[in-house]
């Protein structure tokens, strides 16, 4: 009681002279603070901290210096102002040495569970569970699992429940409750937060009755020993109203919620995250109600007070439009408030059918789109920027049924954009951002920096696939990696700060116009986008002077069932009978069920002639090549083999891209210097390796890799083929090294042909690889992997991988195909030649002859690749005309034909040979000559 007198005592003091602030002391400073963070009276606490913090730096006095931090780190978060109180985070973590680390490790613990804190109001979980990770493992070591640590459980259960794993949040959280009862008891504030935690985790398994229970457990117990902490009483109630609203209990929903309001308003005013929390909730409980314009005032509201009333409600419309492009205080907030408007606005159409609020419903999943592809360039961890893509993909359907049913031009093109905004929108980031870097708009020493860092991150991704080691271990490593993250936030800062235009034009993605995106095709080609939506699918075909989408009614689900059946039948030729009569039957319905239901609709809607595709697949259809499509279902009684069927092949060229915008990226990189040359590697593996490099360079999982390889004697063939074509540098067998690969690309190469084997690891796509041969290295392990591709520099135009399955890997929802081929477009380069499936040595040595000899006269690499693939089924019959010998290679990114440097030697000989029929001639003139003035002479 005498410690709370005197800290009001000074609040007194200081209200009545002007002067007051210099007269406390640091000790007393920190008394006020306390008051003033227990009393909730965050505005003073900022005020006061930021003396306290000055003066405890001109005292040189730590200890009071982070004392000081973590108030203003209090005070900001409960202000809402994240970026502040995040700076201040990382201001406290570096007051800590790393001996301070043990002797002060709650303080240092504090300081994660702040940073870990913030980055989860943020949304970026993956960057929060990483400092919670860290704080567990010091509290296991010294605080022998107390209090703190059960703080540190209930964090990680949170983790957990927002990304799904309710039952993984569930374990931490009945965990942290027992720690957190026996040792603080009942009457604890974390008690009663823990509880409602709880109640949340039973809620998102269905479980409503029991949530109930512990909500209105830890309300009584909150009214009981607590009930001045205003924070954790209003939010026990907005939970309790909450629940009652989703579970047809709206009045007994509106004292909770209303109370939670008017407490939070008296106490920290509209502007401010927890408020509008409430306020978001209110109208959440209208929509219960169907008062749906009651819901959307609320809605109105608190879009006005977290932009601070820079945007106008009176007309929603405008409203969305500048929403975009304003500042607001709680992006949480406005998330939550969008999805509440996207639900009052589906209902208000459904029952008027005015169409304006089609037309405001539309425009909300376009804004959301926006905002969620503004604040991703935030984030630091690639899983967190992942997660938002997918969000962004679960309104992309939505929004595009909306613009559909609009059916304008402006309406079209922007449904274009929702479907091709949510594809390899990383991938895109990382090339636009390396390829404006190449000219020298920033210092190189931050360029430096950036890519340094980039590596380490690089790395440490890799050393968290490959680690079997303790859980202890792999959140150290974890540790490390969020320390590089947070370096690459403060470098973003750094740029954004120092250089704002470079940052905004330069270093941010940008979509394309509808203009700029015709600018990338030819009058003969036609670009067709696909969207596979849960219960539609979208496709979008753009031409050099038009635009056009088509909706069908083919689910995902079907999709997927039809896709793996034909991807099995096109790979599978080890059956018993593949090319008797019943087996090309089925073959040739499921290839026609594709061209039907995918590009018949399209290609027949036509009034020009079309015979180059550019395919930009969505998720599972990333895995098949549509040459194998048939146009027409042939008379199967007739064809008993596959070479006469009418595949797609036939009539058109194709490649593929990931998105529209890489294809524009993909292009500009085909412009880059380069020398004509061709560098071929074949790869042998007659020598497994040294057992004894496994402590070095070689983890026991590449040797045992290593010594399931065996030698590729077509691979040594394609290579010879490439040496006696064009000029350039050709290794095979032991030369053929990983060492030898990174020297020989820094003399950027026309084209890169790599013939050896590849790993595939579709959990952990990082650690796929290309496997050189084994020479003993001590520095290179000959897995050239795929985070290690991801960093070369490479100046090339075509890299063509004859290797298996370098086309295909993970799928990521939003960001597409995660494999070998993704890694040599983030090294910088705009085509690949790559294969979808396991490859046929011999039919693929045949392939790549035929590719080179087209690719040499000229053609485009889609071209080339369509005229080897016809010639092969023109000379061959029976098993080997199967699709799996010809179709495995896909043309992917830019298709601009290439000047490769034809041998010299050849021309050479016949220069020589020329030479030395003249000097023949010459000689036989000589003698001749010389016989005729000797006959003249005498």
Request: a neutral charge; hydrophobic letters at 40%.
């Amino acid at each position: 009681m005498r410690y709370i007198c005197l800290s009001l005592f000074f609040l007194t003091a200081m209200n009545i002279n002007g002067q007051w602030i210099k007269k406390y002391t640091l000790s007393e400073f920190d008394s006020i603070c306390v008051t003033l963070s227990r009393k909730g009276q965050f505005l003073q606490l900022k005020n006061y901290a930021n003396e306290f913090l000055l003066q405890a730096k001109n005292a040189n006095d730590t200890l009071y210096r982070r004392s000081a931090t973590c108030f203003l780190i209090d005070a900001e978060r409960k202000l809402s102002n994240y970026e502040i109180a995040e700076n201040y985070s990382y201001q406290l973590l570096e007051l800590f040495s790393e001996q301070d680390k043990s002797t002060h490790y709650l303080g240092y613990v504090r300081g994660l569970l702040f940073l870990g804190g913030i980055y989860y109001e943020l949304g970026r979980f993956n960057e929060a569970e990483v400092q919670f990770f860290e704080a567990r493992n010091i509290l296991k070591k010294y605080d022998n699992k107390g209090k703190n640590y059960g703080s540190v459980l209930n964090n990680l259960a949170a983790i957990n429940l927002n990304k799904g794993n309710s039952e993984k949040a569930k374990e931490y959280m009945l965990e942290s409750l027992a720690i957190t009862k026996n040792s603080l008891g009942v009457k604890d504030k974390d008690y009663c937060l823990e509880l409602s935690n709880l109640a949340l985790v039973y809620e998102s398994q269905g479980e409503i009755k029991k949530a109930e229970e512990y909500l209105l457990e830890a309300l009584s117990v909150n009214n009981k020993y607590s009930k001045n902490n205003y924070l954790l009483r209003s939010r026990l109630l907005i939970e309790i109203g909450r629940l009652y609203s989703k579970n047809d209990a709206t009045q007994k929903a509106k004292p909770f919620l209303k109370e939670a309001f008017d407490l939070l308003k008296e106490k920290l005013g509209v502007r401010n995250e927890h408020t509008m929390f409430a306020m978001v909730n209110l109208g959440i409980m209208e929509y219960y109600k169907e008062d749906y314009l009651g819901g959307l005032g609320y809605a109105k509201a608190c879009f006005a007070i977290n932009s601070n009333y820079s945007v106008d409600t009176s007309s929603l419309e405008m409203l969305l439009d500048k929403l975009p492009k304003t500042d607001v205080l709680s992006l949480n907030i406005l998330s939550r408030n969008l999805e509440l408007l996207e639900h009052l606005l589906i209902k208000l159409y459904e029952e008027t059918n005015d169409r304006n609020w089609l037309k405001c419903l539309y425009k909300t999943y376009l804004a959301w789109n926006t905002i969620n592809n503004k604040h991703r360039y935030t984030f630091a961890f690639e899983e967190d920027k992942l997660a938002l893509v997918r969000k962004n993909a679960l309104h992309a359907p939505k929004g595009i049924a909306a613009a559909l049913e609009l059916d304008c031009e402006e309406c079209l093109w922007n449904a274009f954009l929702l479907a091709e905004e949510n594809k390899s929108m990383l991938l895109a980031e990382a090339l636009k951002s390396e390829g404006n870097n190449k000219f020298g708009k920033i210092p190189i020493t931050l360029l430096q920096k950036e890519k340094k860092l980039q590596k380490k991150i690089i790395e440490i991704k890799k050393s968290l696939g490959e680690s079997s080691a303790e859980l202890l271990d792999k959140d150290s490593l974890r540790g490390v990696l969020s320390q590089m993250n947070k370096e690459v936030v403060q470098f973003r800062n750094e740029i954004k700060l120092t250089y704002p235009k470079y940052y905004e034009k330069e270093f941010l993605l940008n979509t394309l116009t509808l203009k700029q995106t015709q600018g990338l095709l030819q009058d003969n080609q036609a670009l067709i986008e696909y969207l596979v939506a849960p219960k539609k699918t979208y496709i979008f075909l753009i031409r050099t002077k038009s635009i056009k989408v088509y909706q069908l009614d083919v689910d995902k689900k079907e999709i997927k069932t039809k896709v793996d059946r034909f991807r099995k039948m096109l790979i599978d030729t080890e059956e018993e009978n593949t090319n008797n009569q019943e087996t090309v039957r089925l073959f040739a319905h499921t290839g026609y069920w594709f061209y039907q239901n995918l590009l018949k609709p399209v290609l027949d809607d036509q009034d020009a002639h079309i015979d180059h595709l550019t395919i930009v697949p969505d998720g599972i259809l990333g895995v098949l090549p549509f040459e194998t499509f048939l146009t027409e279902l042939p008379d199967t009684n007739t064809i008993t083999s596959y070479e006469k069927l009418p595949y797609l092949l036939q009539d058109y060229q194709l490649n593929y891209s990931y998105s529209v915008t890489l294809l524009d990226e993909n292009k500009k990189a085909s412009n880059q210097l380069h020398n004509n040359n061709v560098l071929a590697y074949a790869a042998s593996y007659a020598d497994a390796g040294d057992s004894n490099l496994a402590d070095k360079t070689r983890s026991k999982y590449l040797l045992d890799i290593r010594t399931q390889l065996t030698d590729i004697p077509e691979a040594l063939l394609e290579v010879e083929m490439l040496k006696n074509k064009f000029e350039g540098t050709f290794r095979v067998k032991g030369k053929a090294s990983e060492s030898n690969f990174k020297k020989d690309i820094q003399n950027n190469f026309a084209v890169v042909h790599l013939a050896m084997h590849s790993i595939m690891d579709k959990e952990k796509p990082l650690l796929s690889a290309l496997a050189f041969a084994e020479t003993q290295d001590t520095l290179e392990d000959d897995f050239l992997q795929a985070y290690e591709i991801s960093q070369l520099d490479l100046q090339t135009n075509l890299v063509v991988l004859s290797a298996c399955e370098t086309g295909v890997g993970k799928l990521e929802q939003g960001e597409g195909m995660m494999s070998l081929a993704r890694s040599f477009m983030y090294a910088g380069t705009p085509s690949l030649v790559v294969s979808l499936w396991r490859i046929n040595d011999l039919s693929t040595a045949v392939l790549m002859e035929l590719f080179y000899k087209y690719l040499s006269r000229g053609e485009n690499k889609a071209r080339a690749l369509q005229s080897a693939k016809k010639e092969y089924l023109a000379k061959v019959t029976g098993e080997a005309s199967h699709p799996a010998y010809w179709a495995p290679f896909v043309q992917l990114g830019n298709s601009s034909p290439i000047f490769v440097q034809p041998k010299k030697t050849s021309n050479w000989k016949v220069i020589k040979m020329i030479l030395g029929i003249l000097f023949v001639l010459l000689f036989v003139l000589i003698i001749f000559k010389i016989q005729f003035f000797v006959k003249k002479r005498y």
